[in-house]
């Protein structure tokens, strides 16, 4: 019933920009909260960085780097990742906490996107 798709990973070079787009599709009633995680190779997934409705919040390490917006009326986020440094390296994983409409109830759902791989080399 609910859709998030992920785009815009690549390989980049130390100090180069990186544009992430997420899609929310589906029935969706509202979107409570999109935002990114990231997951590097032997590590935890953690946040990177979140927005609601009232607030954006970031990942201390990302802060003053990465700028995340959302477009209402497409139900899309993106994340805009400037200066990026190798420790960047990761999958970055799309997160929607959306309400949607279903067989007359109101239900609230986690969603995430499939990964798209951020790789920051030279």
């Known amino acids: 019933q609910v859709q998030v798709t992920e785009s815009g990973g690549g390989l980049v070079q130390p100090g180069g920009s990186l544009r992430l787009s997420c899609a929310a599709s589906?029935?969706?009633?509202?979107?409570?909260?999109m935002g990114w995680y990231r997951q590097a190779p032997g590590k935890q997934r953690e946040l990177v960085a979140v927005?609601?409705?009232?607030?954006?919040t970031y990942a201390d390490s990302v802060k003053g780097r990465f700028t995340i917006s959302r477009d209402n009326a497409k139900n899309t986020v993106y994340l805009q990742m400037n200066n990026l440094k190798p420790e960047d390296t990761a999958v970055y994983y799309c997160?929607?906490?959306?309400?949607?409409?279903?067989?007359?109830?109101?239900?609230?759902?986690?969603?995430w996107g499939q990964g798209t791989q951020v790789t920051v080399s030279s």
């Open positions: 589906g029935s969706i009633f509202r979107i409570n909260a």
């Open positions: 927005i609601t409705s009232s607030s954006n």
């Open positions: 997160y929607a906490r959306i309400t949607y409409y279903s067989d007359g109830l109101y239900n609230t759902g986690d969603y």
